[in-house]
Each structure stands twice: as C-alpha cells, then as structure tokens.
C-alpha cells in the first residue's frame, strides 16, 4: 500500500447484470440478483412503521452465487467422479458442499494482487473473441508492466471484453459465449508461478470456444479446479484498476476479496479490493 | 500489517445463524441464509451433467441483508421523514434505496481497524444484558489496551454477548432481546472520535433495554445513521480476534469489511477481515 | 357438468413464461418462476439420503405472484390512496396487505364459467393489438354462442393473443405492449352482468395502448378493482378451451379456479380448470 | 354438488406454518413461505409510484412445495433407483423432474371427494399419536357414515392432530414428528379400493412412529409412491369439512384440488376445496 487508494473489482448486484443474456449455453438456473425490501422508507412515510417505535428499511435477495463478480470454489466442478483432492464428488450434494465449501476460505482471500493488462501490452484494446492467451504472453505481460510474479500471488488478467460488452450496452454474448480467455497451455504457467488465484474480467476465464474436442466443455476447468486446487475468480471489473496501473505503471497492490463465509456453498459473490 | 495474519470477523451464513430464535421482536421477514443447489456432485456423479460435457455445482442463496454478519447501511434508519444527508426517506421505495445505496461504499471500508475489548478491561467474562457501555468505558478500555483511536478508525467493540449464545448452542433472545451495548451518551464519544465506522458483536450494537421512553425503539439508531451519518457493524464475531489481541497486545490492524454492492441495498453482509 | 370433461387454463410455470420478454414497460421485479430441487433423484441415486432412510425429492419456488396465470386481488390497484371498499391504501405495506389480502377469496373462486370466444365470432383468428373490445362486441358473442350471461358469473374472454405469442415462440411484446382487450366503455357492462370475476389471455385485460391521457396507465384496472370490486384472471391460456367450446358448441362449464391463500397477498398464481 | 358450499381444505400459506417447529427430524431447506412485497400501497401513498400512471401493489413468494397444504407428485419418492412407473431416479435432477413432474396433473384433481372422518367414528376427539389406522377402521368408518367408497375417490381422513396442534398454538412435534396416520396394512385397502388419491391432516399420512425396522424411515411412502403410483395429500385442514359433514351427514362431495403447474416439481402446494 502506498498511495491509499482503494479500487473495487466488482460489479454490482443487480437486475443489470449479466444473466438473462443471450447465449447459445443455457443458463441453469442463473439469474440476475433479485433485491426485493422487507421494509421500506416509503412504510415510514406512511406511518405503519411507527408502532414498532423505529422507522428502518430491511431487504433481501435472492442469489445465485455464480451471477456475477464471483470465486468458483474448490467444489464447483468435477474431474470424473471427484473434487480437489480426491474427495468423492458426492460429497457436494442438495444439502450443499460438505468438502472444499467456500467457508473455508473466509479467511484466505488476501495477499499481494498482480494485474496484467494483456491487451495493453500486445497493443490491442482489447482480446478478441477466441483468442487463447498463452503462458508466453502472460510472461511478456508481466515484463512489460515491470511487475515480478510471486509465489502466492492473485492474478488478475483483464482481456477487456467486458468493457466491450458494457460500452455496448448489452451483455449478449457474455454468458458462456466466445470469449478471450486463458489457453490450455497456461496450466504449465499457473504450476509454475505457484499462485494463490487468477481471475479475470470474463464470464469463465477460458477461452471460447475451447481448445478441446466436441463433447468438452471448459476442459481448463477440468484440471484447474478439481486437479490443481485453483480458486478462480470471474467476472471481475478491471477498469478502473487497469487505467489506475497505467497511469502510475504500479500492477502491485494488496489484494482482499473475501468470500461470504455461506456454509456448503460452491463460490460466492466478493467484492474484491485492490489496495495501493 | 505485521505478522501476516488474517482473521475473519464474520459467522458463516448458514442455517444456524441467530434468526429464528425466540424473540420479543418480531422479525419481519428476516429468516437464516437459505442456501440451495442449482447442479450438484451427485447430478454429475448419477452422469445427468455429462451432456454439458462438464461436471459442476451451481448454488444460490435467499438470504436477507440484515440476517448475519451485516453493515446497516445509510438507508437503514430514517429519523422522521429523512434519511441521512437529508434525503427523504421516500427514496428508499419497494424498489430499494435511491440514495444512499450500500453500493456506495463499494471501496469505502477499507481502514484502520482497533478492537476494543470492554469486558476483558473491566475484568469480566461478557458483559451483562443491559450494560450501557459509556464513552468513559471505550476511553479507559482503549488506554489499558494501550492503542490511540484516531480519526477514520473501524472500531470494533466486544461484549461477549455473541460468544455466551454461541456456548449455550442458542441463541435465544439474542436478535431483539436484551443486550449489553452502546449508552445513549456514546453519541458524543463517536461525534469525539470521528471514527469511520462502528461494529459490535450484538445484534444491534446498542443497549437493550433502550434508554428511552416507551414507543422509542433503539434511539441510538435514530441519531447515528439518519443524523450522524455513520455505518454500523453488527453480528460481528469477535472471538479469535479477541484472542489474537489479549495474546500479542496489538489491538490495531488493518481492517477491511467490502460491502457486496448490491444496488440499492439498505444493508449488506460482510466477510470482514482483520490483518494484522 | 356433462360430459366429465377438465381443461386447465393455466400456462406452466416455468422459466419459458412471459416475464423477460422484450417490453417497454419495466417488469419491477417480476421474474418467471425459479423452480428449485432441495433433495433429487442424483442424491437418490448417488446414495447420500439413505442415512435418512426414505430416497425422496423436494423443492421449491421463488415466484412473483403476478408472473403467470394469475388473479388480481382487490388489493393490487388503488385508486388515489385507497383501495377497494374505502381502505386506506397504507393497509397494502411491506409486509403484505392487512386488508384485501388473496387468502379471503379461499373458497371463493367456484362457479358457473362462461366462455367468450370474441375473435371466434367476429370471423378473425385474433384480435389485432390495440382493438378496445366493446360491451356490444361481448354481448353479439354470447348471443352468437347462444350461452346467457348471468350474475355471479365468471367470464374468460378469449383475444388468441396468446395463442399467437406460443406460435411465434417468443413473448416479445406480451408483458405491458400493445394488446387487444378490454374498452373502458366495458366498466358498464361489467356493473350490468354483475359478473364474479373477469379474465382474459393477455398480460392486462385491458387495451393497450389505453385509452387514456398522457401520464394514466390501465385506467380501466383503476376503476375495476378499487372502486368495482371486481377480481381479475389474467395470463389465462384458453386454447384449448376454446376449441372444445367451438366443437361441441357448449360455452358454460362449471369453474373453480382457487388462489393459494398466501396471507395478506395482493394476487396468486391459479390454475384454472372448466369442468364441462 | 347439493347446497353450493364451497369448504376450502388449506392452511393459509405464511410465517405461521408448520415448518420450524420442534422436529427430531430435520427438515433440510423446508420453512415456511416467505411472502415479501414488490410495491406497496405505502409506496402508493408516498407518491413514488405515479410516474408510472397506476399505483399497484405487487408480490412474490419464497415456498418450498412442501411447507404446507400440498400434493406430493409421483417424482417425489424413490423405491431404491426408481420412481413410479419403473423411470430411472436420475430423472429427478437439480433441474427437476423430467418425468412425473407434477404439471402432468394439470386437469387431474378432480372427482368425487370422501371424508373418512375416523375419530368422530371410533368416539375419540382425535387419534392419538402413533394410533395406526387399518384398512377396517377406515371401513368401518365410511360404514359407519353411511357412504360408498368407489373407483377413483378421492379420499380425505380425518386424524384431528392438526387441530390440536391449532388449538395448542404450537406446531412443536408436528412435522416429522409422531402422528396418527396409515397403517403399512392399508397398502392392501388402497390397492382394493382403487381410489385416485388420499390425503390427511397431518404432515406425512403415515402413522409415526413408523411401523418398520431402524434405517426405514416412512416404509407406506416407499410403496404408495414409486409402485403404487398413488398421488397423496398433506396438512391438509380437514376441521370445517369433518364438521359440516357432520353436521348435513354428508360424506361426499366434489373435490377440486389443483396443483400449480410448475414444470418439473415434485410436489405442489393446493387450496383443495370441497364443493358440497
């Protein structure tokens, strides 16, 4: 930390997000946050609230943990039959996640956080659609930006595609569309720097369509998260974090996203900071 | 920051949160977290994911903002017909907060953070149902910690009150009952302090039974959010953090507690994390 | 009842129902419905629910009361600021309506059904966006269907507007743009048959665009239900009613058509059935 | 239908439901509903709704389909890795039940309705918990009042627990707990009565505790279900019925149950009514 300067990662919870968007990959079950009141300013305007001698607001919402800035955790996907380390996959059952829940890393999310600005670096605006971002380039990126990749680090590796979409003003596409994203080969990268996390500012941080055979969706996730023990981070908002580190060439910063501590669950929404 | 440490303050979001217990209060809708699967590792395990061509999980909460570990946001409390900055509370409508929004704290709890330990300092195991902590009693508890509040500070105070129901494997009487908290006479200490935020391991950070009249409900409410504009803690488990601190004697730390910035939200819980 | 004969007029509930769809009227809120498994078959199957000994499935629903085949209870419009019978309309707050909640009409929603096939009669398929359907209109197709109108019963008017939405495969344009329906001129006839309840196969009963100034939306609503009293079946699916109708000339059938009581709710979802 | 009394056989759906009471068996994501408001007639009142043109009061409802007055559909029980009809279990999935959904009884809960009201017969205010009702009392009882029991009846026993648990203000023991209810004998009965569907006022029918051996839990459900193919009615409200029946000596009735098409469930809440 050096200058003070705190820079949200994400979006907000809304009916604005990205669900709901047009995508050749149906969305099981993900909807936008539906943020509904329990109690309402306008109650206390009408006066009902004033037997309860307080005139407060409440509300709620209704969520799926993968709809927007979000952590995959360690029980969201699946290699045959099991998670992360060998635990059978039905340990993740209606009742939830009884292995590798995203409670367990309540207080894990913190340490030091790296942007690469690929698109940057290689002169584009941003990645197009299909293009696989190699080790090579995330290498380069790195040496580019003069920032040092640490063991433990929090990657974050913004492709631009979601200021695109939100220049456009529609999403559509987004949601398990054709996408920048990481190559098959960065699993080699992601061994070898040893990092905490990786996330980036698209729907499922791999490229699409994939580099694998039809019947295959998201192999990068096969290995990444039931093999390597990868938290992954999506959809994340790199914007303004990524025009902060232009102006200062600072790509360090502290890193803290937690997760909501929610008992059994497979990700969480965060609302990850980067500190400089 | 000193040794690297990170302690989470927040219980998890589950079903054995304090909702639901017996009250005097009534709740108006504020029930534990529902957390439920959209896929899971038995659907992948019984082969019915396959044609995806991934096995993942997939979940989802129903969980009101004000159910757990939680800011009270500045559209929490009206004073009359106003809210904080004086706003009128017709902006908080059915469709959430117009003005004053969590989302705008989006990168804004971020800061140093003091633990003040009351009951450990006046010699006791928890404080009473009922105790009216004073500014005298934070003042003479920050000394005997040796550690200086300052301006912008996240103070966090401990009752115990959290860890007696915890303990008990109830929590009766907790969201609503009787509680130690903060004396009406705080107002002066805070407006003193210019801290930046103010959390406590109650339900409602302030003494129950109130200090006031019949028909005023928590009338400390009344004035620090809609008048004093302050952001307030509450269900804060403050256990190890406590711990951590009796044994190494630093009570400071960086604190940082991101709101999910749920747009138009009166409230938000939080994962908040101590650093030190 | 004569020939032992149940159609139901309800559209599934499910996430192909009409909310979301392209619309210049913004749903607030309403969603389809989000069916979801709170124990299956996988669980079953994979062997996780034997400990309770019974292999069993559950489930849930988080469901705008209004986004399907609905009744409008009395306390869903108001008129200025009140709502049928002369409450206040302050007895509709966030935690439901006190006054005109849906569960009153428990065992209410039973009689004599009539059904009124309007384009049928006036030789067209459908009825074209924006034509107002006159009292004279629905008169002239009772009388060509040779069925009377009498008091207390409950009228099903069938536009095909719906029909067309289904065979178009999209709901663009359903949920609050132009539609055929209800002429404001229809409030007379309406006192006139002294009918039970009113419902139509569109989103709003009434013509769209309104006939109304600038500023006053479904004006029509704003008299029937405050001020008439009257009870209002909306997104009713009529197809196949109204080809049986049409085969055996028979347009009366007995209709029972029961809300859920949720208490203190301003609508429900119903699933209509003419037993003829 | 003799006398045009329409008695409706549901509890109201809200906080005040059966679910979280005292349980020794857990009841995994069943509560009661959770009906919250999406505009108000507070919000009317305030004004906030006129740039709309209407002041209207929305809803929606959190539920699972099994916290109240409810139908249990053929997916909702499993006979080792089956479901009614030899379908393999794994046709229930986290995204429902692709066979046995219970919208496939859209047009079918309708027919000749039979209270059996048991106690009133044996002389007892209500069976006690535990009383197993055999295929001769239930005899016995329609014997005893004077009514024939016929191919495709539906059938509604009285036990009177739920009216205890009304009159005691307090559902504790009540879901899952012990309970009059069917005898593993009436297996027999229903086969040879050839009803469409039976139902009771308590939570699970089945007599509890249950007649089997430890690890079999709901013995009469594992074969009612998925090979018997029976259709079965829960917390049903039976009190205003059993009481007219007695009154008027009148055991039957038209009896129209609708579920909620919702595409998938296995189960649906009901406002069943008997139309006498």
């Not at 990481?182 to 499922?204: H, K, M, N, P, V």
């Amino acid at each position: 930390m050096r200058k003070g300067k705190v820079i949200s990662l994400a979006l907000n919870f809304d009916q604005h997000g990205p669900q709901g968007a047009k995508s050749k990959y149906p969305a099981l079950g993900r909807i936008n946050p539906l943020h509904t009141m329990l109690r309402t300013g306008t109650d206390a305007y009408s006066g009902v609230l004033d037997k309860r001698g307080i005139r407060a607001a409440d509300d709620m919402v209704v969520m799926p943990l993968q709809c927007g800035t979000q952590w995959d955790g360690l029980g969201h996907v699946f290699y045959e039959n099991f998670m992360w380390n060998g635990y059978d996959c039905r340990e993740v059952t209606s009742a939830g996640a009884q292995k590798c829940g995203i409670e367990k890393t309540k207080n894990r999310m913190v340490g030091r956080g790296v942007l690469l600005d690929v698109p940057r670096v290689l002169g584009m605006d941003i990645l197009p659609d299909g293009h696989a971002i190699t080790g090579a380039e995330l290498d380069k990126t790195a040496a580019a930006q003069k920032v040092e990749l640490r063991k433990g680090d929090f990657i974050i590796v913004r492709t631009g595609q979601m200021e695109a979409k939100l220049a456009a003003g529609s999403w559509d596409g987004y949601p398990g569309g054709d996408a920048p994203g990481f190559s098959f080969e960065t699993l080699e990268w992601i061994q070898r720097t040893q990092l905490a996390a990786l996330a980036s500012d698209t729907w499922g941080c791999e490229v699409r369509p994939n580099e694998s055979e039809a019947g295959i969706n998201q192999p990068w996730h096969w290995i990444t998260i039931p093999i390597m023990g990868m938290t992954m981070g999506e959809i994340f908002y790199v914007k303004e974090l990524a025009e902060d580190c232009a102006a200062d060439k600072v790509y360090e910063f502290l890193f803290v996203a937690p997760a909501l501590p929610i008992t059994g669950a497979v990700g969480s929404p965060t609302n990850p900071l980067a500190i400089k």
